[in-house]
């Protein structure tokens, strides 16, 4: 299984502000998700990032709120920008390897005030 | 649309209770089926996984999953849950290698000592 790390692990933001979460997978991936959780709630997909071409997003989210970058296989990065609280959320970067499975890390605890 | 249903948002058994947990989907072709676990405070982990074979699939931590194609399902079951075993769970589908998984809503498990 692939072993995921996010930085920072947790942050505490200001209202306006934007934040960059790294996300690095021990091991090269083609498909990369990111993934919101609000405490108690199911995943909720942000968007699809594979090595080579733009993010795909999903209903809801944009490129100007959430941009990611995937420079390579075993990278990709998500900007939180202009924030708000309603963005306080777990996020989440979870790599499908080529057997179809997707593993997930810790996340990234991210606050809002 | 593709939806996942998990009809049990809370569940709240004895230790030694057997254990089943509903997850349907909608979808009427080939389907990739999948469980993940997240313990308190922990991370989502996949417990088990279906991708053709055997519809009764085995997992980690005496859990299993049996597919059945005519009902659209895929419940999860063990005969003798545990403490331990307090956590929510996530059923998860997806339609081909390329597509995003469509997740449900979680079940909440409680198991009383």
């Known amino acids: 299984s692939a072993v995921i790390s996010q930085k920072p692990s947790r942050d505490i933001c200001q209202r306006g502000t934007s934040l960059t979460i790294q996300c690095q997978v021990d091991?090269?991936?083609?498909?990369m998700f990111w993934y919101r959780q609000q405490p108690g709630q199911s995943l909720t997909l942000i968007a699809t990032a594979n090595q080579g071409s733009e993010a795909t997003y999903e209903s809801g989210f944009v490129i100007d709120k959430f941009p990611i970058s995937r420079p390579n296989l075993t990278f990709s990065t998500l900007t939180v920008s202009n924030m708000s609280p309603e963005d306080s959320s777990i996020y989440l970067c979870?790599?499908?390897?080529?057997?179809?499975?997707?593993?997930f890390g810790p996340g990234t605890r991210l606050t809002v005030l | 649309a593709q939806s996942v249903s998990q009809h049990n948002h809370h569940v709240i058994l004895s230790e030694a209770a057997s254990l089943e947990l509903g997850c349907n989907y909608s979808y009427g072709g080939t389907v990739n089926l999948f469980w993940y676990v997240q313990y308190p405070g922990q991370h989502l982990q996949l417990l088990l996984k279906y991708f053709s074979g055997d519809p009764l699939v085995k997992g980690i931590k005496g859990f299993e999953a049996e597919f059945i194609k005519s009902k659209f399902s895929f419940n999860l079951r063990k005969p003798s849950v545990q403490w331990s075993d307090t956590a929510e769970y996530f059923c998860?589908?997806?339609?081909?290698?390329?597509?995003?998984?469509?997740w449900g809503a979680g079940t909440k498990l409680i198991i009383k000592p």
């Open positions: 091991s090269q991936v083609t498909m």
């Open positions: 979870s790599p499908r390897d080529r057997h179809n499975e997707q593993f």
């Open positions: 998860a589908v997806n339609v081909n290698s390329n597509y995003q998984l469509i």
